[in-house]
């Protein structure tokens, strides 16, 4: 067999095989994964904001594309619903292992009279070292939570509590390209977002 034909036959099974590589690849994309958090379908994308984090320094949300980025808004005076939400975000890290390097958890304070960058930073870091915690203004505070539908308001509470923060519960997911694509209701429980953090890193 001349070997042009030779040639011309391996690049022909070359080119399909490149095909049917990347049609399968684009099959697993495209299956919907099975989840305990609720999908966004379609994804959409996230609102970029600016915040501070320790140190005075400047936060972008878009700073952490090409990482999963589990975001929920909360503050340090939180009594129950935010140690709970960081105690479950930490139990899942640790189930990830070296995984979970490719997953960015951020704090924002919806307390910013009370949580400065530095105080918000320390506190979420006291669960995880790898947990960023952000502040601002009242006025770039409000402008997040916005953006992410999240809602909160002050309430009278006691003379050892000081006043409390109503707020949404929910933790929001950014895939790497920065759009969300899950939320994982409060109370889910670690072994449920660990699972499902699992199925986003395998695609």
Same mark, same amino acid.
């Given at each position: 067999? %001349? ?12 080119? =399909?095989?490149?095909?049917?590589? #990347? ?5 697993? $994309? ?9 999908? =966004?379908?379609? %994804? ?11 140190? *005075? ?9 090409? *990482? ?7 503050? $340090? ?16 890290? *640790? ?16 307390? %910013?009279? $009370? ?8 506190? =979420? ?18 402008? !997040? ?30 895939? %790497? ?17 660990? #699972? ?5 890193? !395998?695609?």
């Amino acid at each position: 067999m %001349p070997r042009l034909r030779l040639f011309l036959i391996a690049f022909v099974i070359g080119l =399909v095989g490149v095909a049917g590589i #990347a049609w399968i690849s684009q099959q697993v $994309r495209a299956t919907p994964l099975t989840l305990n958090g609720v999908a =966004v379908e379609p %994804p959409r994308p996230a609102t970029d904001f600016t915040l501070t984090t320790s140190a *005075q320094k400047k936060v972008n949300l878009s700073d952490f594309r090409g *990482q999963y980025v589990l975001l929920f808004f909360g503050y $340090r005076f939180c009594p129950d619903v935010c140690p709970l939400t960081l105690q479950e975000l930490k139990k899942a890290s *640790q189930t990830l292992g070296p995984q979970a390097e490719r997953i960015q958890v951020l704090m924002v304070s919806v307390d %910013p009279e $009370r949580d400065t960058p530095d105080l918000i930073d320390a506190h =979420v870091k006291q669960f995880n070292p790898n947990f960023v915690g952000l502040s601002g203004t009242a006025e770039e505070v409000a402008l !997040a939570a916005q953006a992410f539908n999240i809602y909160y308001a002050k309430e009278a509470g006691s003379v050892n509590t000081g006043y409390l923060v109503s707020h949404s519960a929910s933790i929001t997911m950014l895939d %790497p390209d920065g759009n969300i694509v899950e939320v994982f209701p409060f109370g889910l429980g670690a072994e449920a977002i660990a #699972a499902d953090l699992q199925a986003w890193l !395998a695609r």
